[in-house]
Every structure is written in structure tokens, then in C-alpha cells.
């Protein structure tokens, strides 16, 4: 099942669907707060957790290529480790395709088997909040658009825990275009002044593939849609029209059709995402194109630093 994010989740302030469901949010708060106080497990192969407060789209999974790209390159055997999702199977290619991906029904076992090969340093794309596992560093990534939407924890809002918990983090990483950088700074600080804030940009590795004496219609079913029609634009694409469906979204035959119609209605060219593109790329339709992007880290050195 494919569920589009409630509206209400990304206003500024929160409205009154998000207080009526505020006490459901209590509930499960109280439930990781036990969760917190269970046996963790600590492993030899060292942990790197890539993770999110906000739900989805905060660019976890690029900056793990990125992460384990730098670190091969200092001769550091490295792999992923991947909680196994049945409808994640596109960010799990992805993986596979930059490197030894290990995945397993708990995130623990899939460590496990990482430790049986050898590898130096297992890194978490997500698993944050599973608190069975001490993890070596953590890594909480935001998108600079969406930032903590209207600031609750699910259902009332998209975080998966209270935004003050990042005074229990010593490194936090901003995703997307270079947008609202001050004002974020400001509020990471203000409620943990210790916090290493590092800065990533996305960059289109085959921008060159699109003439920009064309119009184009772009469709994602990504948790970042807009930072990604953002880079687009910033490169010169003319977007006409843009079309987002939910995270993780299983297209159908019919609608990619009906995105193909729409295209020939406006005169577009299609634009998708390298993950969207995954969960059909069987159906061979060759109208469709797909941006393939990479996170440059501004401050690498600093990240690496603290990581090695």
C-alpha cells in the first residue's frame, strides 16, 4: 500500500488534525522510551548509522554511497547494512549496485553476517530509532526544504522522535540545494550548541543528457519531490509541470500511460528519479528518462575527520 503524507505534516504550525491525534503520538512516544531502556548490542565491526528524524527523503541513501566511496578510497573494507523492506526494494538495488549490501529481517543480523565476511565498518542506511543496537556514530540527516515540518511526532507530525532529542547527537547532516542554511543553523544550535553541522549539495551526474531547449514534465515518488525539481531548475531544465506521487510508490502500467499522455498534451520531454525509474525500469518505456545524482560533501574532510 502506497500512503501519500497528510498535507497538515508540513505546515509551519500545527493545525487541528495534528492535535487530535496528538495523544495517539504520546502513546507511541512512551513505547520508544521502553524500547530505549532494552539491552543493546554491540558489535566488533564498527557501526555507522545513517538516519533520519523526519520521515523519508532526507537523502540517507546518497549520502551512504557517498560515506562508503570516500572510505574505500582509504583501503577500509566497507559495506551496507539494510533493514529488508519489501516495498524499499528499490533503494536496496541501489545499494547493491555501489557495493556488498547485506539485509536481513533485523538489522542486527544483517551486521552479523557483515562481521562473518570481515568488513571494517558496516554502514546503516536508516535504523536510527532501533535502539537493540549501540552503534559506533550516528549520522541524523534532514532535507533543507522539508527541515522538521510542523514540528510533531507521527501521526501528528512526520518526526519519528522529539527534534530536542538532537541534543543527544554530536553529528547532523543538511541535504539539498544550499536552501534556508542560516535559519537552520540557527535552530540546530539552539538546541545543541556541541552539534557538528555538515553540509551536502546534490549534483546530476548526467545533466548533459537533457537539452534545455526542451520542456519537460517531471514525476517522483520520492520524500524529497521538490528539492529535487529545485536541483533541476537549477541547472537550467525547464519544468512545466511536475507530478509527485507517495514515497516508495509501485507504479502501475496504467500510470505511466497516463504520465506519458500528459507529456504529449504539454509537449514535455518525462524526467524521473534513478529510484522511481528502479521500480519499473521491466516495463522498457522509452519516453522515460532518469536523473542520476550524487551528494557532494561541502565539508568532507571535517565529516571524514570524525568518522575515521
Not at 549520502?63 to 566497507?78: A, G, M, Q, V, Y
Not at 515518488?221 to 536541483?231: A, L, V
Not at 525500469?281 to 570524525?306: A, G, R, T
Amino acid at each position: 500500500m502506497n500512503l501519500k503524507k497528510p498535507k497538515f505534516w508540513d505546515y509551519k504550525k500545527p493545525n487541528i488534525y495534528a492535535y487530535l491525534l496528538y495523544p495517539i503520538a504520546l502513546f507511541l512516544k512512551l513505547i520508544r522510551i521502553i524500547k530505549f531502556n532494552q539491552n543493546k548490542k554491540k558489535f566488533t565491526i564498527k557501526t555507522i548509522c545513517i538516519g533520519n528524524f523526519y520521515v523519508g527523503g532526507t537523502g540517507k541513501t546518497s549520502l551512504s554511497i557517498k560515506i562508503k566511496e570516500i572510505l574505500e578510497n582509504k583501503n577500509i573494507k566497507i559495506c551496507f547494512v539494510k533493514k529488508y523492506y519489501k516495498n524499499q526494494f528499490d533503494e536496496q538495488k541501489i545499494l547493491k549496485n555501489n557495493g556488498d549490501t547485506f539485509l536481513a529481517e533485523s538489522r542486527a543480523e544483517a551486521i552479523e553476517k557483515a562481521q562473518t565476511e570481515n568488513f571494517e565498518i558496516a554502514i546503516l542506511d536508516d535504523g536510527l530509532q532501533d535502539k537493540s543496537i549501540t552503534y559506533d556514530i550516528s549520522i541524523v540527516c534532514f532535507n533543507n526544504i522539508n527541515w522538521i515540518g510542523n514540528g510533531m511526532t507521527i501521526p501528528s507530525g512526520p518526526l519519528r522522535e522529539d527534534i530536542k532529542n538532537l541534543k543527544n547527537y554530536k553529528n547532523l547532516f543538511l541535504n539539498g540545494n544550499l536552501e534556508n542554511l542560516d535559519y537552520l543553523k540557527q535552530e540546530i544550535l539552539s538546541i545543541n550548541p556541541n552539534i557538528n553541522i555538515h553540509i551536502g549539495k546534490y549534483e546530476p551526474i548526467n545533466i548533459n543528457e537533457f537539452d534545455k531547449k526542451y520542456n519537460y514534465l517531471v514525476f517522483s515518488g520520492i520524500g524529497n519531490h521538490q528539492t529535487f525539481i529545485s536541483m533541476l531548475k537549477s541547472y537550467g531544465l525547464r519544468i512545466l509541470k511536475d507530478l509527485e506521487f507517495p514515497d516508495h510508490y509501485e507504479y502501475s502500467k496504467k500510470d505511466l500511460e497516463l504520465i506519458i499522455n500528459q507529456a504529449k498534451q504539454f509537449d514535455c520531454k518525462i524526467i524521473t528519479t534513478e529510484k522511481d525509474f528502479l521500480r519499473f525500469e521491466n516495463l522498457k518505456l522509452n519516453e522515460i528518462k532518469f536523473i542520476k545524482s550524487k551528494i557532494k560533501i561541502l565539508d568532507e574532510e571535517k565529516l571524514i575527520k570524525s568518522i575515521v
